[in-house]
């Protein structure tokens, strides 16, 4: 069965600062992976995905992560992070596609003026 | 395109009560799932639809939770009667086949 882990609960960054959170799963066969963003009292919005090909995988709002398998690691990463940027970030493995996602417990982003 | 559409967005309900959730998908997504999200976790699914059949509802309470899809497009989520431990998040999601899930707003339960 699939899972993940984010390790980092909270993670406070400056405002114009580099981001990485973490994230890593495990799964026996190649996932699909995948990377939300929840607002306070919103749903989920899709900020990525990996299914196959480059590791390196650009996404929306400036957002990038990175697959490497010998880690079993699909980091998140910001150059520079703005304020609208805080945030609950959830990283998610699928086994397949159309099949259920399995997500980690979330990292907090704060961003600090 | 319209998104995935959630109703009602707030609901507080005494416990022992029931309770009834409603969720539209995104048009043509066959694929739909309703996740469970309590404070400070990641969601959980409850049950995944493909078209009208329930394909995994492995992680629904059976003895309280229902779910259904008729006609393979919207989907109610219901409980029956609600305890202290069911206050949580529900979100709907949708998905064309074979790519990424589309989330709702999501519903707020509070069972008191």
């Known amino acids: 069965a699939q899972s993940v882990t984010q390790p980092d609960i909270h993670i406070t960054v400056s405002e114009g600062a580099s981001l990485e959170l973490r994230c890593n799963y495990s799964?026996?066969?190649?996932?699909?992976l995948f990377w939300y963003v929840q607002s306070p009292g919103q749903g989920l919005q899709l900020l990525l995905k990996y299914f196959s090909g480059d590791t390196l995988v650009q996404g929306i709002k400036g957002f990038e992560a990175e697959f490497k398998r010998s880690q079993s690691s699909f980091n998140l990463r910001k150059p520079s992070v703005h304020w609208s940027d805080a945030a609950e970030y959830f990283c998610a493995v699928g086994a397949t596609y159309g099949n259920k996602l399995v997500f980690g417990a979330g990292t907090i982003l704060r961003v600090k003026s | 395109e319209a998104g995935v559409v959630q109703s009602p967005r707030y609901k507080i309900i005494e416990k022992k009560q029931p309770v009834a959730f409603w969720c539209n998908p995104i048009s043509g997504h066959n694929t739909l799932y309703w996740y469970r999200q309590n404070l400070g976790q990641g969601p959980e699914l409850l049950i995944r639809?493909?078209?009208?059949?329930?394909?995994?509802d492995s992680q629904l309470p059976k003895d309280r939770f229902s779910a259904e899809r008729l006609k393979g497009v919207d989907s109610t989520l219901k409980i029956q009667p609600a305890e202290l431990g069911d206050s949580a998040v529900y979100l709907c999601?949708?998905?064309?086949?074979?790519?990424?899930?589309?989330f709702g707003q999501g519903t707020r339960l509070t069972v008191v």
């Open positions: 799964y026996g066969a190649t996932p699909y």
């Open positions: 999601a949708s998905s064309p086949r074979r790519t990424e899930a589309f």
């Open positions: 639809y493909e078209n009208e059949e329930a394909v995994d």
